[in-house]
């Protein structure tokens, strides 16, 4: 089973979009751009909502039926790992293997030994094509990476072992996501991690590195954008050089857990990916919530009073909701509006504080971080919340297909 080229990360909370989604990429094929959909939702949003990873299979399978979609979709196991995996081994073919918690823990002596021997071939400056500065490693270059990086590497082989035997190795995906750590991967490092990748037979197709900068759930990247894009740039050519000498399979590509919606380096990845003529995965799937609350206050009375009594829910148990986000989330308190302040807000005006328009006097992204990791809130008034999206299934449809073509797909593929 084989990752096309160009491919998104889509996600849903409460599994109500997967028509509207799919029609983003509907009318990217009608402008000539071939993206495949992944419906993703990690461990951590199913446990939250109450749901199974069997629903998001049904999800997909029901809006490809639907839309008569043509081409191969996925359903991903996102951020799983040897504990969680196994209820998504059925229902998934897309495995996001997380191993960012084994970052760091010590790998047996001698397994770096024999790391450092393996890899003694790249010592020196290997000849990788289109890096901004030549890559240099050394001995301790690898016996570092190995110390920081090979028991997350060695954990993979073994999550991968377990998936494969379950599924057979060729009807899966995978994914080696590192992005959920402190401190981001250089080129140079990502170089060595995939070199102990192949070493340790994992068949990945994309990786997902932890980049530079801030990746806030929901808001733009914060970070300077041309170090990201030298970067970026470094790592496609470090994919490339990987592919040839480490036996990986040759549609590597990266995979941008972009915490959705970063905006400013969407043109530094399309020039990147133009220029390496590279493939890319971006998930970015949180927003949808985000577009369902919006249009919910929007469309009647019962649904800005929704809206109204869970941002108050939402102030009181800041911490609580926050707390599993702590590390992709950057709220100024003094920057939300109170909830007497919500209570003068029109549906509209709440609406334009939440749709992600930078540039827009009323967009709020304190206010957007804090209800876009606030959907415990709409789970617990599921049955309320749900009733307003079937009742509004066209309105809030329509803005959960723009925000993902018009404000992502578009941009990035188009
Ligand atoms: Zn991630």
């Known amino acids: 089973m084989e990752l096309a080229k160009f491919s998104m990360g889509i996600g849903d909370r409460f599994g109500r979009q997967g028509k509207a989604q799919l029609e983003a990429f509907v009318l990217a094929g009608q402008k000539g751009a071939n993206i495949i959909p992944v419906w993703n939702k990690s461990n951590r949003e199913h446990l939250i909502v109450h749901t199974e ?8 399978d029901a809006a490809v039926k639907v839309l008569g979609w043509k081409h191969p979709y996925h359903v991903d196991a996102d ?28 790998a047996e002596e001698s397994a770096i030994t024999s790391l450092v021997k393996d890899l003694h071939k790249l010592c020196g400056s290997p000849a990788i094509a289109h890096l901004s500065s030549p890559i240099k490693i050394d001995e301790a270059a690898i016996t570092r990476v190995g110390k920081k990086y090979l028991a997350a590497v060695q954990e993979a082989g073994r999550v991968f072992k377990h998936i494969a035997q379950a599924k057979g190795a060729d009807r899966c995906i995978i994914e080696v996501s590192m992005d959920e750590t402190d401190s981001p991967q250089t080129p140079d490092e990502l170089l060595l991690i995939l070199a102990a990748i192949g070493r340790e037979g994992i068949p990945i197709q994309t990786i997902a590195p932890k980049f ?17 894009e030298k970067e970026f740039n470094d790592d496609l050519a470090v994919i490339a050089y990987s592919v040839k000498e480490f036996g990986l399979p040759k549609n590597l590509k990266l995979s941008v857990h972009s915490g959705s919606d970063k905006f400013s380096i969407y043109q530094p990845i399309r020039r990147a990916i133009k220029k390496h003529d590279a493939g890319l995965h971006i998930k970015t799937a949180g927003t ?6 919006g249009a919910v206050a929007e469309a009647d009375e019962a649904g800005l009073a929704l809206v109204r009594e869970m941002y108050g829910e939402a102030l009181k148990r800041f911490d609580e909701l926050c707390g599993p986000y702590a590390s992709v989330i950057d709220i100024k308190r003094e ?3 109170s909830v007497e302040t919500l209570n003068h807000c029109s549906g509209a005006d709440i609406a334009a504080a939440i749709r992600h328009e930078p540039h827009s006097p009323k967009f709020n992204s304190d206010l957007r971080q804090l209800l876009h990791v606030g959907y415990k809130l709409a789970s617990e ?11 509004h299934a066209a309105f809030v449809g329509k803005h959960v297909t723009y925000n993902l073509f018009n404000r992502h797909i578009e941009k990035l593929f188009c």
């Not at 790992?81 to 196994?86: A, Y």
């Not at 530079?212 to 990201?228: A, C, I, L, P, S």
């Not at 949808?288 to 609350?293: A, G, H, K």
């Open 288 to 293: 949808t919530w985000l577009e369902e609350i």
């Open 79 to 106: 951020h799983i790992g040897m504990k969680t995996v196994d209820r998504f081994l059925a229902p998934s073919d897309f495995f996001t293997i997380d191993v960012a918690d084994f970052i760091g823990k010590p």
């Open 53 to 60: 990873p069997s629903e998001v299979r049904l999800e997909a």
């Open 212 to 228: 530079t900068g801030r990746f806030n759930k929901g808001v733009d990247y914060v970070g300077n954008v041309e170090q990201f």
């Open 335 to 337: 920057r939300l509006p």
């Open 381 to 391: 008034r599921k049955d309320r919340f749900n009733a307003l999206l079937d009742k």
